[in-house]
């Protein structure tokens, strides 16, 4: 069997996603960790779990640092050690892979994972404002970029090298928003067509309110252990094979090339190679697709398809739910929502639900191998971790 | 300009309140680097010296942002791309002068400057980019 067990997965929460109002980030936290906590009665959360490694990118939006702390208590673990990390919307994928670090040096046997953002209490011009903070200040943001409109020039420049279309955009997300109707956590619950994306309005042009993810609230956790003790725990654990990192320059500017992310090209190499597999081996994967050409690029730079292909591989439909390499089963950063620092292990939450077959309407059959993708900022950071069922 | 200018953004800004496009070149690998760094990340030297540049480039990307920051917004919707300078560097920054369907991949523009400094932090004026 390929894929030399790193960790396991025995339990994972998330809560629910949208505009949680009147909702803190401590309590969202509370809420994921409570399904983590009840779906493993073996667990002895106050006795087993050595650490907590929380992803947030922004204290901003509730005016609170050092929320690590906050967090370990919510979740009723005290004085369990606990850090927060950051690496913009990457913070929660780093929080994986710090976990498993953890796990691996041998200093803990059982950790804690996780992420949390409270963002739907600020205005839409606030929340730009924090989010933008995750590209480069002195050029970028100094002169005028926004972060969807770093995302628009690499959509632009791959519209100009490669004829991908708006409309092979609008179809992710078509995709994903059909997807986040069968996900009862998904912040959006409706289905769109290519024509309402279409005609929706320009945020940076060729990007439209409906090619970009949503701002939510949200919270999501998971917890390791060290692999040989895992059935101590569950039957049906999820292995982690495979870990990446890439990091890049934080401005797009001083990147050679504009449509694709050498942090992903980097992770996803360093995550396939660990693992001993390659593209065609994933079953099902959660990418980031912050805007729908995220998701275009994600394809190529992942392997799943050639480069400059990505718009021809939605259009083929083979990442739909019945096609033959279904992403963002959970409806994506699109639909099922992007509360930033949750999202790495919001996507680790599908895989193990997806691996262990309780994704319901949404369940991919016969799936082994998962991935998942959670890009930082406009791609300064990218962490893939590759998952087997156990 | 004084010998002793210091290789970082706070002076990239000073000099651009000159008028000035001045990039850092390594004198041990011969790398220009824009912005300014006190230490060069392709060969670790420090043995570095400014350079003006032309101020002329060729557009890479764009794209026309309708939705903005707040000190942004009396511009809406304004274009913002990435230029490709004659001297191999990249700045990204607002294009004006011209329409949006007028705009072209591999077009030439050069730099202009907005010396218009704010009293608050960072008390740095702006460039941006014009056809010729």
């Known amino acids: 069997m390929k894929g030399r067990p790193l960790a396991a997965i025995v339990s994972a929460g998330l809560s629910k996603f949208g505009k949680r109002d009147g909702f803190s980030s401590r309590e969202l936290f509370a809420e994921a960790v409570k399904e983590a906590f009840d779906t493993c009665p073996n667990l002895?959360?106050?006795?087993?779990?050595?650490?907590?490694?929380?992803?947030?990118?922004?204290?901003?939006?509730?005016?609170?640092?050092?929320?690590?702390?906050?967090?370990?208590?919510?979740?009723?673990?005290?004085?369990?050690?606990?850090?927060?990390?950051?690496?913009?919307?990457?913070?929660?994928?780093?929080?994986?892979?710090?976990?498993?670090?953890?796990?691996?040096?041998?200093?803990?046997?059982?950790?804690?994972?996780?992420?949390?953002?409270?963002?739907?209490?600020?205005?839409?011009?606030?929340?730009?404002?924090?989010?933008?903070?995750?590209?480069?200040?002195?050029?970028?943001?100094?002169?005028?970029?926004?972060?969807?409109?770093?995302?628009?020039?690499?959509?632009?420049?791959?519209?100009?090298?490669?004829?991908?279309?708006?409309?092979?955009?609008?179809?992710?997300?078509?995709?994903?928003?059909?997807?986040?109707?069968?996900?009862?956590?998904?912040?959006?619950?409706?289905?769109?067509?290519?024509?309402?994306?279409?005609?929706?309005?320009?945020?940076?042009?060729?990007?439209?309110?409906?090619?970009?993810?949503?701002?939510?609230?949200?919270?999501?956790?998971?917890?390791?252990?060290?692999?040989?003790?895992?059935?101590?725990?569950?039957?049906?654990?999820?292995?982690?094979?495979?870990?990446?990192?890439?990091?890049?320059?934080?401005?797009?500017?001083?990147?050679?090339?504009?449509?694709?992310?050498?942090?992903?090209?980097?992770?996803?190499?360093?995550?396939?190679?660990?693992?001993?597999?390659?593209?065609?081996?994933?079953?099902?994967?959660?990418?980031?697709?912050?805007?729908?050409?995220?998701?275009?690029?994600?394809?190529e730079d992942l392997g799943f398809c050639n480069p400059g292909e990505g718009g021809k591989f939605i259009e083929s439909g083979a990442p739909t739910l019945d096609g033959s390499l279904p992403v963002n089963t959970s409806g994506g950063l699109k639909a099922k929502g992007h509360p930033v620092g949750a999202t790495g292990v919001a996507q680790l939450y599908e895989i193990f639900l997806q691996l262990t077959g309780q994704a319901d309407k949404r369940q991919v059959d016969d799936c082994e191998i998962g991935l998942t993708h959670n890009l930082g900022g406009s791609g300064a950071t990218c962490i893939v971790h590759i998952y087997r069922r156990g | 300009m004084s010998e002793a200018a210091q290789f970082t953004i706070e002076q990239f800004y000073r000099f651009i309140a000159e008028k000035k496009i001045m990039a850092v070149k390594c004198e041990n690998c011969g790398k220009i680097l824009i912005p300014p760094r006190p230490l060069c990340p392709n060969c670790l030297s420090t043995s570095l010296k400014w350079i003006q540049l032309k101020g002329r480039g060729k557009l890479l990307t764009y794209t026309v942002i309708h939705v903005a920051p707040e000190k942004f917004q009396h511009l809406v919707p304004y274009i913002f791309g990435i230029v490709e300078l004659d001297e191999g560097v990249r700045l990204p920054g607002i294009i004006q002068g011209v329409k949006p369907e007028d705009l072209k991949i591999g077009m030439t523009l050069e730099i202009d400057f907005k010396v218009d400094i704010p009293q608050t932090w960072p008390q740095w004026p702006r460039y941006f980019f014009k056809p010729p």
């Not at chain 1, 002895?44 to 609170?64: C, R, T, W, Y």
């Not at chain 1, 046997?109 to 205005?123: A, L, Q, S, Y």
């Open chain 1, 44 to 299: 002895d959360p106050k006795k087993d779990i050595k650490a907590l490694i929380v992803g947030n990118m922004s204290e901003a939006f509730e005016h609170q640092c050092h929320s690590a702390p906050i967090m370990s208590d919510w979740a009723g673990i005290l004085p369990a050690p606990s850090v927060r990390v950051e690496v913009a919307c990457a913070s929660s994928g780093a929080a994986i892979r710090y976990g498993l670090f953890a796990i691996i040096s041998g200093l803990c046997d059982v950790v804690m994972v996780g992420g949390f953002e409270k963002m739907t209490n600020r205005t839409t011009l606030e929340a730009t404002e924090y989010l933008a903070m995750a590209s480069d200040f002195p050029l970028e943001q100094w002169n005028g970029a926004t972060f969807p409109a770093l995302f628009a020039l690499m959509a632009t420049a791959h519209m100009h090298k490669y004829g991908t279309t708006e409309e092979q955009m609008a179809l992710v997300a078509v995709k994903n928003h059909h997807n986040g109707t069968l996900n009862p956590k998904a912040h959006m619950q409706r289905e769109v067509t290519v024509e309402q994306v279409l005609s929706s309005r320009i945020i940076a042009k060729p990007l439209k309110l409906f090619d970009c993810s949503l701002i939510s609230d949200g919270a999501s956790c998971a917890i390791l252990t060290r692999p040989d003790i895992a059935r101590k725990y569950t039957d049906t654990p999820v292995y982690i094979i495979g870990s990446g990192h890439g990091t890049d320059a934080i401005g797009l500017y001083e990147r050679d090339d504009l449509t694709s992310l050498k942090a992903t090209r980097i992770a996803a190499k360093e995550a396939y190679d660990m693992a001993g597999l390659s593209p065609k081996d994933i079953d099902v994967a959660e990418v980031h697709d912050c805007f729908t050409i995220a998701e275009i690029i994600a394809y």
